[in-house]
Nanobody, 118 residues
Framework: QVQLVESGGGLVQAGGSLRLSCAASGLTFSTYDMTWFRQAPGKEREFVGR???????IYSDSVKGRFTISRDYAKNTVYLQLNSLKPEDTAVYYC????????????WGQGTQVTVSS
């Protein structure tokens, strides 16, 4: 079956960096758009950014210039590099996969916690 497994979260000081990974299995990775979302306590889930099946990136304004999404087709893995972290970046980060010609997300990971201390 399809699995998305995130890793790499943790506790970091403001201004620091982390790299999150999302390893995908059970799907044809090269035909899926991969998206990162986050959800902070008491807040709605928020779009962070996406890398399309062909490698095109889109980012939310709140992370543009600080976060970078990349993908490794050989490893079926998508990465989220988080730089210049702020306390307001504290959230559970989720990756999600959708087929390249669809709108809805078929698969979600379990999430990884990122906590940024001030």
């Amino acid at each position: 079956q399809v699995q998305l497994v995130e890793s790499g979260g943790g506790l970091v000081q403001a201004g620091g960096s982390l790299r999150l990974s999302c390893a995908a299995s059970g799907l044809t990775f090269s035909t899926y758009d991969m998206t990162w979302f986050r959800q902070a306590p008491g807040k709605e889930r928020e779009f962070v950014g996406r890398i399309t099946w062909s490698g095109v990136n889109i980012y939310s304004d709140s992370v543009k210039g600080r976060f970078t999404i990349s993908r490794d087709y050989a490893k079926n893995t998508v990465y989220l590099q988080l730089n210049s972290l702020k306390p307001e970046d504290t959230a559970v980060y989720y990756c999600a996969a959708r087929p390249r010609d669809r709108i809805n997300y078929d698969y979600w990971g379990q999430g990884t916690q990122v906590t940024v201390s001030s």
